[in-house]
Protein backbone atom coordinates (compact mmCIF):
# COMPACT_ATOMS: atom_id res chain seq x y z
CA UNK A 1 0.00 0.00 0.00
CA UNK A 2 3.15 1.85 0.86
CA UNK A 3 4.32 1.47 -2.58
CA UNK A 4 1.61 2.33 -4.29
CA UNK A 5 1.43 5.58 -2.49
CA UNK A 6 5.15 6.12 -3.05
CA UNK A 7 4.29 5.80 -7.04
CA UNK A 8 1.39 7.91 -7.52
CA UNK A 9 3.15 10.38 -5.41
CA UNK A 10 5.76 10.18 -7.97
CA UNK A 11 3.37 10.08 -11.16
CA UNK A 12 1.37 13.22 -9.71
CA UNK A 13 4.68 14.61 -9.60
CA UNK A 14 6.19 14.07 -13.11
CA UNK A 15 2.53 15.21 -14.35
CA UNK A 16 2.52 18.76 -12.31
CA UNK A 17 6.28 18.97 -13.78
CA UNK A 18 5.06 18.51 -17.31
CA UNK A 19 2.07 20.96 -16.92
CA UNK A 20 4.77 24.05 -15.47
CA UNK A 21 7.23 23.12 -18.56
CA UNK A 22 4.42 23.49 -20.20
CA UNK A 23 3.15 26.64 -19.31
CA UNK A 24 6.98 27.81 -20.14
CA UNK A 25 7.85 26.31 -23.11
CA UNK A 26 6.13 29.33 -24.97
CA UNK A 27 6.75 32.85 -25.12
CA UNK A 28 3.98 34.87 -23.67
CA UNK A 29 4.79 38.07 -24.86
CA UNK A 30 4.96 39.32 -28.71
CA UNK A 31 6.41 42.62 -30.20
CA UNK A 32 6.09 43.78 -33.57
CA UNK A 33 7.52 47.18 -35.85
CA UNK A 34 5.95 47.01 -39.42
CA UNK A 35 6.79 49.36 -42.08
CA UNK A 36 4.96 49.04 -45.74
CA UNK A 37 2.29 49.78 -48.34
CA UNK A 38 -1.15 50.52 -48.04
CA UNK A 39 -4.18 50.65 -50.86
CA UNK A 40 -7.26 52.61 -48.95
CA UNK A 41 -10.66 51.25 -49.34
CA UNK A 42 -11.73 52.99 -51.81
CA UNK A 43 -9.43 54.77 -54.85
CA UNK A 44 -11.63 58.29 -54.88
CA UNK A 45 -14.45 60.28 -53.15
CA UNK A 46 -15.77 63.51 -53.75
CA UNK A 47 -17.55 66.71 -52.47
CA UNK A 48 -20.36 68.70 -54.37
CA UNK A 49 -22.18 71.83 -53.16
CA UNK A 50 -24.50 74.00 -54.32
CA UNK A 51 -25.52 77.77 -54.17
CA UNK A 52 -26.93 80.67 -55.49
CA UNK A 53 -25.51 83.35 -57.83
CA UNK A 54 -27.25 85.76 -60.21
CA UNK A 55 -30.49 83.80 -59.13
CA UNK A 56 -29.41 80.93 -60.29
CA UNK A 57 -27.79 77.62 -59.01
CA UNK A 58 -24.09 77.39 -58.99
CA UNK A 59 -22.20 74.35 -58.54
CA UNK A 60 -18.64 73.49 -57.20
CA UNK A 61 -16.89 70.04 -56.85
CA UNK A 62 -13.74 68.74 -55.56
CA UNK A 63 -12.70 64.95 -56.83
CA UNK A 64 -10.00 63.51 -54.19
CA UNK A 65 -7.58 60.45 -55.41
CA UNK A 66 -5.73 58.04 -53.16
CA UNK A 67 -3.48 56.15 -54.49
CA UNK A 68 -0.88 53.92 -52.92
CA UNK A 69 0.72 55.15 -49.85
CA UNK A 70 2.78 53.81 -46.94
CA UNK A 71 1.79 52.49 -43.89
CA UNK A 72 3.45 51.83 -40.43
CA UNK A 73 2.13 49.50 -37.51
CA UNK A 74 3.46 48.90 -34.32
CA UNK A 75 1.92 46.58 -31.36
CA UNK A 76 2.27 43.46 -29.02
CA UNK A 77 -0.02 41.15 -26.78
CA UNK A 78 0.42 37.99 -24.79
CA UNK A 79 -0.39 34.39 -25.68
CA UNK A 80 -3.12 33.52 -22.89
CA UNK A 81 -2.24 29.71 -24.37
CA UNK A 82 0.47 28.86 -26.90
CA UNK A 83 -1.88 28.81 -29.69
CA UNK A 84 -4.41 31.79 -28.61
CA UNK A 85 -3.43 35.12 -27.94
CA UNK A 86 -4.85 38.51 -27.28
CA UNK A 87 -3.17 42.11 -28.23
CA UNK A 88 -3.30 45.69 -29.30
CA UNK A 89 -1.62 47.32 -32.72
CA UNK A 90 -1.52 51.29 -33.56
CA UNK A 91 -1.46 51.52 -37.23
CA UNK A 92 -0.85 54.37 -39.79
CA UNK A 93 -1.45 54.91 -43.13
CA UNK A 94 -0.76 58.20 -45.75
CA UNK A 95 -2.13 58.89 -48.94
CA UNK A 96 -1.61 62.21 -51.29
CA UNK A 97 -2.69 63.22 -54.55
CA UNK A 98 -3.72 66.68 -56.33
CA UNK A 99 -7.71 66.92 -56.58
CA UNK A 100 -9.61 68.43 -59.56
CA UNK A 101 -11.79 71.09 -58.91
CA UNK A 102 -14.64 72.15 -61.31
CA UNK A 103 -17.33 74.83 -61.08
CA UNK A 104 -20.49 76.44 -62.67
CA UNK A 105 -21.33 79.55 -62.97
CA UNK A 106 -24.62 81.56 -64.52
CA UNK A 107 -23.91 84.41 -66.55
CA UNK A 108 -25.54 87.44 -64.44
CA UNK A 109 -27.61 88.91 -66.56
CA UNK A 110 -29.04 86.11 -69.17
CA UNK A 111 -30.93 82.91 -68.07
CA UNK A 112 -29.91 79.94 -68.56
CA UNK A 113 -26.37 80.38 -69.88
CA UNK A 114 -23.97 79.03 -67.45
CA UNK A 115 -20.04 78.51 -67.70
CA UNK A 116 -18.05 75.78 -66.75
CA UNK A 117 -14.21 74.84 -65.97
CA UNK A 118 -11.91 72.42 -64.26
CA UNK A 119 -8.79 72.49 -63.13
CA UNK A 120 -6.30 70.33 -60.43
CA UNK A 121 -5.31 72.01 -56.98
CA UNK A 122 -0.97 73.40 -57.27
CA UNK A 123 -0.35 71.21 -54.48
CA UNK A 124 -1.06 67.57 -53.46
CA UNK A 125 -3.88 67.33 -50.49
CA UNK A 126 -3.25 64.35 -47.66
CA UNK A 127 -5.70 61.50 -46.32
CA UNK A 128 -3.80 60.53 -43.23
CA UNK A 129 -5.31 57.29 -41.53
CA UNK A 130 -4.79 56.07 -37.76
CA UNK A 131 -6.31 53.09 -36.42
CA UNK A 132 -5.97 51.64 -32.80
CA UNK A 133 -6.95 47.32 -33.80
CA UNK A 134 -7.75 44.92 -31.32
CA UNK A 135 -7.06 41.75 -32.02
CA UNK A 136 -7.32 38.06 -30.95
CA UNK A 137 -4.07 35.83 -32.39
CA UNK A 138 -4.12 32.17 -33.26
CA UNK A 139 -1.30 30.44 -33.80
CA UNK A 140 -1.67 27.17 -36.10
CA UNK A 141 1.99 26.62 -36.97
CA UNK A 142 5.08 27.40 -34.60
CA UNK A 143 8.36 26.10 -34.21
CA UNK A 144 11.79 27.37 -32.65
CA UNK A 145 12.50 29.57 -35.79
CA UNK A 146 9.11 30.04 -37.60
CA UNK A 147 6.02 31.21 -36.80
CA UNK A 148 2.39 31.96 -38.75
CA UNK A 149 -0.19 33.59 -36.82
CA UNK A 150 -4.06 34.81 -38.32
CA UNK A 151 -5.56 37.61 -36.28
CA UNK A 152 -8.50 39.93 -36.16
CA UNK A 153 -10.66 42.02 -34.66
CA UNK A 154 -12.72 45.49 -34.04
CA UNK A 155 -10.55 48.66 -35.01
CA UNK A 156 -11.10 52.47 -34.24
CA UNK A 157 -10.51 54.67 -37.01
CA UNK A 158 -9.49 58.25 -36.94
CA UNK A 159 -9.21 60.01 -40.47
CA UNK A 160 -7.54 63.37 -41.26
CA UNK A 161 -8.42 64.81 -44.41
CA UNK A 162 -7.18 68.15 -46.36
CA UNK A 163 -10.44 68.59 -47.59
CA UNK A 164 -10.72 72.24 -50.19
CA UNK A 165 -12.95 75.11 -48.19
CA UNK A 166 -13.21 77.47 -51.11
CA UNK A 167 -12.99 77.77 -54.91
CA UNK A 168 -12.70 80.96 -56.42
CA UNK A 169 -12.51 82.06 -60.13
CA UNK A 170 -12.36 85.04 -62.70
CA UNK A 171 -15.65 85.46 -65.11
CA UNK A 172 -15.79 87.11 -68.32
CA UNK A 173 -18.87 87.68 -70.12
CA UNK A 174 -20.55 89.98 -72.30
CA UNK A 175 -23.73 92.23 -70.47
CA UNK A 176 -25.90 91.52 -72.89
CA UNK A 177 -25.33 88.93 -75.05
CA UNK A 178 -24.81 85.10 -74.19
CA UNK A 179 -21.41 84.90 -73.73
CA UNK A 180 -19.89 83.51 -70.34
CA UNK A 181 -16.43 82.15 -69.66
CA UNK A 182 -14.53 81.23 -66.21
CA UNK A 183 -11.39 80.33 -64.97
CA UNK A 184 -10.37 78.82 -61.76
CA UNK A 185 -7.88 80.60 -60.46
CA UNK A 186 -7.28 79.66 -56.68
CA UNK A 187 -8.61 77.56 -53.44
CA UNK A 188 -8.30 77.25 -49.91
CA UNK A 189 -8.32 74.19 -47.74
CA UNK A 190 -8.44 73.07 -43.78
CA UNK A 191 -7.63 69.29 -42.33
CA UNK A 192 -10.43 67.87 -41.32
CA UNK A 193 -10.84 64.68 -39.10
CA UNK A 194 -13.69 62.12 -38.28
CA UNK A 195 -13.44 59.06 -36.21
CA UNK A 196 -15.47 55.37 -36.64
CA UNK A 197 -15.58 51.99 -35.56
CA UNK A 198 -15.00 48.94 -38.34
CA UNK A 199 -12.71 45.63 -38.56
CA UNK A 200 -9.66 44.39 -39.47
CA UNK A 201 -7.79 41.07 -40.40
CA UNK A 202 -4.57 39.41 -41.49
CA UNK A 203 -1.93 36.94 -41.45
CA UNK A 204 2.00 37.04 -40.49
CA UNK A 205 4.80 34.83 -40.85
CA UNK A 206 7.87 35.21 -38.82
CA UNK A 207 11.43 33.77 -38.61
CA UNK A 208 13.81 33.87 -35.81
CA UNK A 209 17.33 34.28 -35.53
CA UNK A 210 17.32 33.09 -31.66
CA UNK A 211 14.37 32.64 -28.72
CA UNK A 212 14.09 36.79 -28.89
CA UNK A 213 14.74 38.39 -32.30
CA UNK A 214 13.30 37.94 -35.62
CA UNK A 215 12.10 39.40 -39.02
CA UNK A 216 8.58 38.82 -40.94
CA UNK A 217 6.33 40.01 -43.13
CA UNK A 218 2.20 40.22 -42.77
CA UNK A 219 -0.58 41.07 -44.94
CA UNK A 220 -4.02 42.95 -43.22
CA UNK A 221 -7.12 43.90 -44.77
CA UNK A 222 -9.37 46.45 -42.62
CA UNK A 223 -12.44 48.47 -43.33
CA UNK A 224 -14.40 50.95 -41.70
CA UNK A 225 -16.20 54.44 -42.57
CA UNK A 226 -16.25 58.07 -41.47
CA UNK A 227 -19.16 60.97 -41.58
CA UNK A 228 -16.30 63.91 -42.89
CA UNK A 229 -17.90 67.10 -43.40
CA UNK A 230 -18.84 68.21 -46.87
CA UNK A 231 -16.27 71.65 -46.24
CA UNK A 232 -17.38 73.13 -49.94
CA UNK A 233 -21.26 73.15 -48.28
CA UNK A 234 -20.45 74.47 -44.90
CA UNK A 235 -18.65 77.40 -47.62
CA UNK A 236 -22.36 78.53 -49.42
CA UNK A 237 -23.90 77.76 -45.86
CA UNK A 238 -24.92 74.22 -45.74
CA UNK A 239 -24.60 71.68 -42.81
CA UNK A 240 -23.48 68.40 -45.00
CA UNK A 241 -21.34 65.30 -44.74
CA UNK A 242 -19.78 62.75 -46.66
CA UNK A 243 -19.66 59.26 -46.01
CA UNK A 244 -16.07 57.71 -46.72
CA UNK A 245 -14.35 54.43 -46.56
CA UNK A 246 -11.61 53.95 -44.34
CA UNK A 247 -8.67 51.09 -43.72
CA UNK A 248 -7.77 49.22 -47.21
CA UNK A 249 -4.90 46.33 -47.41
CA UNK A 250 -1.26 46.83 -45.76
CA UNK A 251 1.59 44.55 -46.79
CA UNK A 252 5.06 44.66 -45.01
CA UNK A 253 7.38 43.46 -42.69
CA UNK A 254 9.65 44.35 -40.00
CA UNK A 255 11.01 43.16 -36.77
CA UNK A 256 9.37 40.62 -34.38
CA UNK A 257 10.43 40.41 -30.70
CA UNK A 258 9.08 37.55 -28.56
CA UNK A 259 9.78 36.87 -24.90
Same mark, same amino acid.
Given at each position: ?5 ? %????? &????? #? ?16 ? &? ?18 ? #? ?37 ? =? ?5 ? &? ?10 ? %? ?86 ? !?? =? ?7 ? %??? %? ?8 ? #? ?5 ? &? =???? !? ?22
Amino acid at each position: MRYAAA %VGGVV &LGLVM #SASADAQTTFERGWIDVN &LGVAVAAEDAFSMRASGEIF #SEQADFGADYSLPRGASFDFGGGVMITPIIGVGVSFSGT =AHEDIAM &LSARIPHPRIFN %VYATDDAPTDQVLQRIESGINVQAMIVPVQSPHFRFRVFGGPTFFRVQQDAVTDIRYEQNYLLFLPVNAIEITEFDHERIEATGWGFH !GG =ADASFFFNR %VIG %VGGFAKFSRG #SVDLENT &L =ATAV !GDNDFVNVKAGGFQVGGGLRLKF
